[in-house]
């Protein structure tokens, strides 16, 4: 496939000798996995040159049960004849997740402005062009019995996308790479069209530097990395907030659903105290699904948030909080918790009911009994 379009002349100054380009596209398929399972189910992939696992973990993240990387194939990749290397990998996460991550990798001095041809070419359809829902048909497959309580369907999909250059052809600082690197905002977003500088100033708001030649700029739709030492910290930290999300969105959706369905039951309001009576049951099963929902919804959101710890390192912790608020973590949460609130609100109104109900029944039962007497006793 090969590209179109002239190379800006401003950016032919600016080369990219070491890079790679990350592809993630996340599932939602379970409440859990277990990943133990994993490596012994693995041994079934057909025709993989090299099966590699991998413990996904790094000093400045501390994940007490850390995710399973399968190294599922590898082909090389020839791009206006500069050699690419791609490697498929397959993540299985603890929370029930699994990805479909490729990675392509490059030695070869390149303009900047390959990022977006890339990216035009070859992201636009990535199901297409590197069979991503492919591997996500066979990894099922294959490792569908290592994922508990499964969902009806996969929801939501995540996909998210990293552009990282370890080497340019000269040396540079971060914020020199902010002054040539015009396209870079174009590039995070995902745009064909120039961007107003209101955005892309925003967009450079979100740009950090651990030391005075490496860079971070985070946005919702992608990220760009410059890390002269190669280090996958920043790497393991966006992955696991997209884990993240995917799952508190299923749960917010989850909250969505089971409410609607609960609050169908509870449409249909008696219209005096007997036959408030016979609803008795119904109101009980509605009782115990709300209560089993907050209790489902609200173990799951606790322990995705703890799936994750970063250290006391200033930075990453930096990094963290900002892409958590950037990717909409906070705004998902809040929402799966005000949604909680309702439910609560909801079991409170409905075991309100119950005893008002159950009140009802026992008055009822003590005017039928005292009725049975005065029959018995004129009789």
């Not at 790679?20 to 041994?43: M, Q």
């Not at 041809?117 to 590197?130: G, H, L, S, W």
């Not at 393991?236 to 609607?260: A, C, E, G, P, S």
């Amino acid at each position: 496939m090969a590209f179109s379009g002239e190379m800006e002349k401003d950016m032919e100054e600016l080369l990219i000798k070491k890079g790679r380009i990350y592809y993630y596209k996340i599932y939602n398929i379970a409440d859990s996995a277990d990943l133990e399972k994993v490596v012994s189910l693995a041994s079934n992939f057909k025709g993989i040159k090299r099966l590699r696992f991998e413990r996904v973990g790094s000093d400045v993240i501390d994940i007490p049960n850390p995710p399973i990387q399968l190294y599922i194939d590898e082909y090389p990749l020839e791009i206006e004849g500069s050699q690419m290397h791609v490697t498929v990998k397959l993540e299985i996460n603890e929370l029930g997740t699994m990805a479909i991550i490729i990675q392509v990798e490059f030695e070869s001095e390149l303009p900047v402005t390959f990022f977006k041809n890339f990216q035009r070419d070859y992201m636009t359809d990535p199901d297409t062009t590197f069979k991503v829902d492919d591997y996500f048909k066979n990894g099922m497959n294959i490792l569908g019995p290592v994922f508990k309580g499964k969902y009806q369907k996969q929801f939501p999909i995540l996909d998210y996308s990293v552009y990282y250059v370890q080497e340019f052809n000269k040396p540079i600082k971060a914020r020199d790479i902010l002054n040539e690197y015009k396209d870079l905002p174009e590039l995070l977003h995902k745009s064909d069209k120039k961007l107003s500088t209101q955005v892309r100033n925003r967009t450079f708001r979100h740009a950090f530097s651990y030391y005075t030649d490496d860079l971070v700029v985070v946005t919702n739709d992608g990220a760009f990395i410059y890390d002269p030492e190669g280090s996958d910290d920043i790497m393991d930290i966006l992955d696991f907030l997209n884990t993240q999300i995917v799952t508190i969105r299923y749960y917010d959706d989850l909250l969505d659903k089971r409410m609607k369905e609960i609050n169908l039951t509870l449409l249909d309001k008696p219209t005096n105290s007997l036959t408030e009576i016979f609803k008795i049951r119904k109101h009980n099963d509605a009782s115990r699904k709300l209560m089993a929902l907050t209790v489902e919804v609200k173990s799951a959101v606790d322990h995705a948030r703890n799936a994750i710890h970063v250290t006391e390192d200033v930075y990453y912790a930096r990094v963290y909080m900002n892409a958590r608020q950037i990717f909409g973590l906070d705004s998902w949460e809040e929402s799966v918790e005000k949604k909680l609130e309702i439910v609560n609100n909801t079991y409170e109104m409905v075991q309100h009911t119950l005893s008002h109900t159950f009140d009802n029944f026992l008055e009822i039962v003590v005017i039928i009994l005292i009725f049975v007497e005065l029959l018995a006793f004129f009789r």
